[in-house]
């Protein structure tokens, strides 16, 4: 397990790194000791900065270190008709998803934090287009790679990975929701030996969640003050129910472990 601790500490080291090297600079240039305030412009816009270096840092790191198991899949994963399925099967799993999380009433402790993301250039593309790439490469390529060669066995691997996903996330609101859609990428990713459907699974998800943001009236809101109690729970069950069709469509077209699992 050693191999996976080490690669989330560099994943931490390097948005610690980053974003401690931008904040020390910008408190021995203004000579203060107190923690900047993300309200003041220049430190929100390092921070960004920091955001999108570290995500870029990760990435070149697993590529670099050639962490991701041989790839075996065929071009024929990235059909057209897949890609569709795919992007309808996030979109669908965020619907019921969601629903649920908003039950479990878990406190949002970084609300301001994605606030600020998604209303600043670098933060979308942070969010929407650098994390999904580094994210995907780390815990579904890199780590559930890894857990499929020791363990040989798939769904152990997928949730184990699902799990650190989660709990990385560090923010109680997001953590079901992240270890859920955790295992529908894995998921993925064991069916097609692909990391380019996670990540555009990935992306959807994220960019869904920047459209929401900037569509609503008040991103705050919850299923059932925007939908009403019943509308919510229709959205829901439409939610299940066409993510069973996805999964369906999914188990047809694509056949198991097209990527090398095993030890070299």
């Known amino acids: 397990m050693w191999h996976i601790i080490k690669l989330i500490l560099f994943f931490l080291a390097y948005q610690l790194a980053f974003s401690g ?7 021995l240039y203004h000579h203060s000791f107190e923690y900047p305030n993300m309200t003041d412009k220049t430190f929100c816009n390092l921070t960004m900065i920091a955001q999108v270096l ?7 790191h697993i590529l670099a270190g050639k962490y991701l198991p041989p790839k075996r899949a065929s071009r024929s994963s990235l059909s057209m008709g897949l890609i569709s399925t795919v992007v309808v099967f996030m979109l669908s799993i965020t619907c019921w998803v969601n629903y649920l999380n908003e039950w479990i009433e878990l406190p949002d402790n970084l609300a301001q934090t994605f606030a600020l993301l998604l209303n600043h250039p670098l933060g979308i593309i942070s969010v929407v287009l650098l994390a999904p790439i580094s994210e995907e ?3 579904r390529g890199a780590i559930q790679g890894y857990l499929m060669r020791i363990l040989k066995k798939p769904q152990m691997a997928i ?8 709990i990385i996330h560090g923010n109680p609101a997001q953590i079901p929701f ?3 859609t955790g295992i529908a990428l894995g998921w993925i990713y064991y069916r097609s030996g692909n990391l380019i459907l996670s990540m555009i699974m990935h992306f959807v998800n994220n960019g869904s969640a920047f459209v929401l943001y900037h569509l609503t009236n008040d991103p705050n809101a919850t299923m ?3 939908f009403g109690t019943t509308g919510a ?3 829901a069950v439409a939610g299940i129910i066409i993510s069973t069709i996805c999964i369906l469509f999914i188990r047809k077209k694509l056949i198991p472990m097209p990527v090398s699992w095993k030890k070299d």
């Not at 090297?21 to 408190?27: C, K, L, P, V």
């Open 21 to 27: 090297i931008f904040t020390i600079g910008y408190m």
């Open 54 to 60: 570290s995500s870029a840092a990760i990435i070149t």
């Open 137 to 139: 490469l780390l815990f």
């Open 159 to 166: 949730i184990l990975s699902a799990l650190i996903f989660g």
């Open 224 to 226: 059932n003050e925007t």
């Open 233 to 235: 729970f229709i959205i």
């Open 178 to 180: 992240a270890c859920i």
